[in-house]
């Protein structure tokens, strides 16, 4: 997506300074961050959104979490309340990702990582090129045991997405606050859950024939475990699987290796049996009566807020939105998204 071609790097004395330089290189190449410098990363919560946490029983230092839906373009961020558990503070349409429903398996594939992730202050990039990002650390333990390859997956400003999540500037600037202040409030990591789809029984029943549907089923366990508990999942690996909220002390958990025995807590096993079961039932019964379709993008998706505008005022307007350096990434293949049909 292009980058700054003067990158004046003073070599570093240690191996330390050395990897953090071949890093900070590989993320510039990338065109995932730039030179410049200013204070945008320092942008506060806006007040109406202060206005609403507070509503909610929330304070700006409480912790937050990110959850994002390829299909819907929605990100959501969750944060936890006075009662100890988390709520729904804002949904935010995303204006861009690229690749298909499914996850991200080699660089260069365009797709955008489905699975569960923790981002730490160190992944927060105040300099991006597409106005402000964090990195979602991509791979994961479980997605480098897989073999699975690429780098500076984001969500970032913008409109464009080569692999990342692109939300626009005003979005992704107050995602950028919130996690800031929930990292100064003490919070040292946020869990992002990139997931294909809500996991509902009506989605799984549309999808249940496409390819990555056993890999689906696995991140609706742990969709389920924190959609049951209001409570970010503890996410393990091992057999080539996710494995969620295991109890203290069991393990060890190799990503690469079989499962050992182990528990879950007994209070979290009943509130995600009661989930699960309702689920089933319901989807038992739309399968019996809803076929099974089949999605192909061209390149990715975009919100139908975003979608409608690109249609009705063309792709200056919406780029008008971002800070206006940052082309919108393929506009054709957005407005070509399958899923537009049926809303």
């Known amino acids: ?20 330089t071949l890093v900070a290189a590989a993320l510039l190449l990338a065109g995932c961050v ?24 929330m304070n700006a230092s409480d912790p937050v979490l990110v959850r994002i839906f390829k299909k819907e373009s929605e990100l959501e961020v969750w944060k936890r309340d006075h009662s100890g558990k988390y709520a729904l503070l804002k ?12 996850p991200k398996k ?42 699975y390859t690429g780098s500076a997956l984001m969500v970032h400003g913008a409109c464009t997405s080569a692999g990342c999540f692109a939300m626009t500037d005003n979005g992704v600037a107050e995602i950028y606050a919130l996690a800031r202040e929930a990292f100064s409030g003490g919070q040292k990591n946020f869990q992002v859950q990139a997931l294909p789809f809500r996991m509902t029984p009506e989605n799984m029943a549309k999808h249940r024939n496409n390819p990555n549907i056993a890999f689906w089923r696995n991140l609706k366990e742990g969709s389920d475990h924190f959609e049951a508990t209001r409570q970010p999942p503890r996410v393990a690996a091992c057999g080539r699987r ?51 379709l ?9 919100h139908p ?25 393929r506009p054709d293949a957005a407005l070509l998204d399958p899923f537009s049909a049926l809303e």
Request: proline share 9%; charged share 20%; glycine share 8%.
């Open 1 to 20: 997506m292009g980058y700054k071609s003067a990158m004046n790097f003073s070599f570093p004395k240690s191996r330390k300074g050395l990897a953090a």
């Open 34 to 57: 730039t030179t410049e410098t200013d204070n945008k990363h320092l942008q506060p919560i806006p007040s109406q959104l202060l206005s609403e946490m507070s509503a909610k029983g």
């Open 91 to 102: 949904t935010y349409p995303m204006c861009r990702w690229s690749g298909q429903l499914g």
């Open 106 to 147: 080699r660089e260069g594939d365009r797709q955008a990582p489905e699975g569960f992730y923790s981002v730490v202050p160190e992944l927060m990039n105040p300099r991006s090129q597409f106005y402000l990002s964090f990195n979602l650390g991509y791979p994961n333990s479980l997605e480098r045991s897989l073999g």
């Open 242 to 292: 996710y494995v969620f909220d295991p109890k203290e002390g069991t393990g060890p958990f190799t990503p690469g290796a079989p499962c050992p025995a182990y528990e879950e807590d007994p209070a979290i096993v009943a509130a995600v049996a009661a989930k699960k079961s309702e689920d089933e039932k319901r989807l038992a019964d739309l399968v019996a009566k809803t076929p099974a």
């Open 294 to 302: 089949s999605f192909v993008h061209v390149d990715g998706g975009m």
């Open 305 to 329: 807020s975003f979608r409608s505008l690109l249609k009705s005022a063309g792709p200056e307007r919406l780029q008008a939105m971002t800070s206006g350096r940052v082309e919108i990434s």
